[in-house]
């Protein structure tokens, strides 16, 4: 079973070139060092305050996320084409969401059924005829991709509301950059710092017409119970904006303020970390405490602009994503660089057949789901959850969807015994701004710590590495 | 600045301060209770302690009797008492946790220490520990998040606020410790003047690590006045009303400078600074010291309240 699977440093009893330089790095650190360094990056961790809640689990509300010393490595060949791929990809979605919510002419063209995008949860009636601001609707674009062989790449989701984890991205490398400086002396890695610096542009370039001067741009968080609170300030703090709260801004007139020592400020580019359900209680739900009252009539009047727009869920729903490759036949006339995972959509009749007759090798998903909750992997999971499963799919088709279990490829990861392969996926980060499509050297690797398992997620016990793509 | 990022940073120096207090009150009582008593009958002298901290009532609903052990747990484990050190040390942390990014690491590292110690003091047999590693511990946290505050954090409104905070809180707490005399001179005023009477006011400068600056500023006999005047309006005492007062107006000053505007808080904490500057002892004895404190404290209540209006709600003017 395990020789099946793409080792992404050993190859049969050869080591690929990205990872020459790691097998003398890794045969010279003896246990106690490595030990050594590894309780190091954990105090640096919570030195710094990185931590994540797992949402419903109890437990330590200060958890950490276990941090894996042993680098990724991809070449700078290999990150060209995935870049491509990913920018593609990212302008597509951004072409499919100014479609949808004007003439969409997708649908008429009969590329993608109706029902889907008129029908989806996600589909934002309120936004219906409105343009955002330089027509970008999604501008962090997270694609989270998988390996299974030297050259196949394999795209699992897109997310275009809010992808979480850079920066696990940006600490990981300076963690490592702390620990073992030799190592970057003597590999030439790309920098992954300008990240910040980027996302400050890219919402900068998005700024309503209405803005004549040096736009205020603030991060609007859920606040500090959030899980992802630490990556909210750490962005805020790198790129010098406010991080706010909905307390914080309140709408009088044709814009949206926020509440400062010296009296209101004129808020016009608002980075939202929080759900289209919670922005605005009088346009979506009336009890949320988190978002702004009023604050949809300022963005459809162009008194501020939201990143990323509401609406923008629906291009990254996991029905939708079926058709991306249609998408960017569509808009951009190109063939996608990067393949979609063959998915069965349990909707369609004959589809939802095959994927009951195959449970046992197949990976069920929600379709609104996420977080590695609410799925079913089937090679490894018994008998009475398939039936459980295959329940729950005969009852409501049409919210599940079923892929091929992926030969996920993996990467060397230290472990209690030592060395040894676990399964990695990626996330790379792709910002969307007025004129320019940017995407850093690098990303977020998850890693399987658990022997054999496919599930990289966090909540379930993934870790995470730093992501190396070497100079030319 | 966001006002609520100011409002953060402001209770964060404020808590500080008080988890501070808390821990000196707790060495007040404890060096008092080793005091033989004088009086007839039994009487707690950890009574004038909580009554200082005005949590006496909860206390009593709590725990019943006055005895140490408990007056410990109120005073320092106690999250159902918010002014417990543990309840201090948790909230200056969970302020500094939400702005994060407006203090420097050593301010952070300096709370989520204390925080992480605070939890295996917790963890700790309590007869392992005794009153004054407790106090010792919290003053030197403090003394921790005060180094970073003074050292590292960039010089600009935020810093203010959280000087602003410790100062008024040490106006506030300053006054109240001193309150603790008068509460337990309270049953008879013929104390006054007797070795009791010396060996409380020696313990309060004890408690609030003066013992040694006294000898220096005044010399000779430990007297009411002189305790009084060095912890009233002796410019030189770092926890005196008069040095904390004068903190305030400044920090308050220079946040008028920086907003370009001036404030109504502004103008109370310099009007109550110039009051204590022109003042001489003889008219806190003429006022009645208990009399004067009460009203200070309000005074500085009323500082705070101003405080809060003009920059922390960050309403239109």
Redesign the interface.
């Known amino acids: 079973m395990a020789a099946t699977y793409f080792n992404e440093m050993y190859d049969g009893g050869l080591i690929r070139p990205p990872y020459a330089r790691l097998e003398d790095w890794q045969k010279n650190m003896p246990d106690e060092l490595r030990n050594l360094k590894q309780a190091e990056a954990e105090s640096l961790f919570r030195?710094?305050?990185i931590t994540f809640a797992v949402y419903g689990e109890g437990g330590d509300p200060d958890r950490l996320i276990p941090f894996d010393m042993f680098p990724r490595v991809f070449t700078s060949l290999e990150w060209q084409r995935l870049s491509r791929g990913v920018k593609q990809r990212a302008r597509a979605l951004n072409a499919f969401l100014c479609d949808v919510y004007d003439r969409g002419e997708i649908v008429r063209a009969g590329r993608i059924p109706a029902r889907l995008v008129y029908e989806n949860e996600a589909f934002e009636k309120s936004v219906v005829g409105f343009r955002p601001p330089k027509s970008v609707y999604s501008h962090i674009v997270g694609i989270d991709l998988v390996r299974t062989g030297p050259d196949d790449f394999f795209v699992l989701e897109d997310n275009c509301r809010t992808p979480s984890g850079v920066s696990y991205m940006l600490e990981n490398r300076e963690i490592m950059m702390r620990m073992f400086p030799a190592l970057f002396r003597e590999n030439r890695i790309a920098p992954v710092e300008s990240y910040p610096e980027l996302l400050r542009q890219t919402l900068a370039s998005v700024a309503p017409e209405k803005c004549r001067d040096e736009p205020t741009i603030v991060i609007l968080t859920p606040g500090?119970y959030n899980s992802a609170y630490?990556e909210h300030?750490?962005l805020?703090?790198l790129m010098g904006v406010?991080?706010?709260?909905g307390?914080?801004l309140y709408v009088d007139g044709d814009y949206c303020w926020?509440?400062?020592?010296?009296?209101?400020r004129r808020v016009d580019v608002i980075y939202r970390r929080l759900d289209d359900s919670f922005l605005d209680p009088l346009c979506f739900r009336p009890d949320s405490m988190l978002g702004v009252p009023g604050l949809m009539n300022v963005y459809r009047s162009g008194g501020v602009a939201i990143a990323s727009a509401p609406g923008a869920g629906v291009a990254d729903d996991k029905a939708i994503y079926t058709f991306v490759p249609e998408m960017i036949r569509f808009y951009l006339g190109e063939e996608p660089i990067l393949n979609n995972v063959p998915t069965w959509q349990c909707a369609k009749k004959d589809e939802c057949k095959y994927v009951l007759e195959n449970l046992k090798d197949l990976v069920v998903k929600e379709v609104h789901g996420s977080g590695g909750y609410g799925m079913l992997i089937g090679p490894r999971s018994t008998k009475s959850e398939q039936e459980l499963f295959a329940a729950k799919i005969r009852e409501n088709p049409s919210n599940y969807i079923a892929q091929p279990t992926l030969a996920l490829s993996t990467c060397p990861t230290f472990v209690d015994e030592g060395i040894a392969p676990r399964h990695v996926d990626l996330r790379p980060y792709c910002l969307v701004g007025g004129d320019q499509c940017e995407l850093v050297p690098g990303g977020l690797t998850r890693v399987a710590l658990t022997e054999g398992s496919l599930v990289v997620n966090s909540s379930q016990g993934g870790g995470v590495k730093d992501t190396w793509v070497l100079a030319d | 600045m966001l006002s609520r990022t100011a409002d953060n940073l402001y209770w964060m120096g404020r808590y500080m301060e008080r988890a501070e207090t808390m821990a000196r009150l707790i060495n007040v009582g404890a060096r008092m209770n080793l005091m033989p008593d004088t009086v007839d009958g039994y009487r707690s002298e950890w009574v004038p302690i909580l009554q200082a901290t005005e949590t006496y009532s909860a206390f009593e609903k709590k725990y019943g009797e006055a005895v140490e052990r408990n007056v410990v747990s109120h005073l320092f484990f106690d999250k159902d008492n918010p002014s417990s050190v543990a309840s201090c040390i948790g909230a200056a942390r969970e302020n500094a946790r939400i702005v994060r990014t407006a203090i420097s690491s050593s301010v952070w590292d300096a709370l989520n220490g204390a925080f992480q110690d605070l939890k295996d003091l917790e963890r700790t047999p309590r007869s392992e520990i005794s009153i004054s590693q407790l106090t010792e511990w919290t003053a030197r946290q403090n003394a921790l998040f005060e180094g970073g505050v003074q050292t590292s954090l960039l010089r600009n409104d935020g810093y203010d606020f959280v000087n602003l905070g410790f100062h008024l809180e040490r106006a506030d707490n300053t006054a109240r410790i001193l309150d603790v005399k008068y509460y337990v001179l309270l049953p008879d005023a013929g104390y006054v003047g007797s070795g009791l009477d010396n060996y409380q006011w020696q313990t309060l400068l004890r408690a609030m690590q003066m013992h040694r600056a006294f000898h220096w500023a005044y010399g000779g006999e430990i007297t009411p006045t002189k305790v009084v005047d060095l912890l009233i309006l002796n410019a030189a005492c770092p926890r005196s009303l008069l040095t904390a007062m004068q903190g305030a107006t400044n920090h308050l000053d220079r946040l008028a400078r920086h907003y370009g505007t001036t404030s109504e808080a502004q103008s109370e904490a310099r009007s109550l600074f110039a009051d204590l500057s022109e003042m001489r002892i003889t008219d806190v004895f003429d006022h009645g010291v208990h009399e004067f404190l009460t009203r200070f404290k309000s005074q500085v209540a009323s500082i705070g309240a101003a405080v809060n209006r003009v920059y922390l709600t960050g309403v239109p003017a």
Do not use: K, N
């Not at chain 1, 406010?242 to 709260?245: A, M, N, T």
């Not at chain 1, 926020?258 to 209101?264: A, I, L």
């Open positions: 030195r710094i305050g500090h630490y300030s750490f805020a703090d406010e991080l706010v709260e307390q914080d926020m509440r400062t020592t010296e009296g209101p």
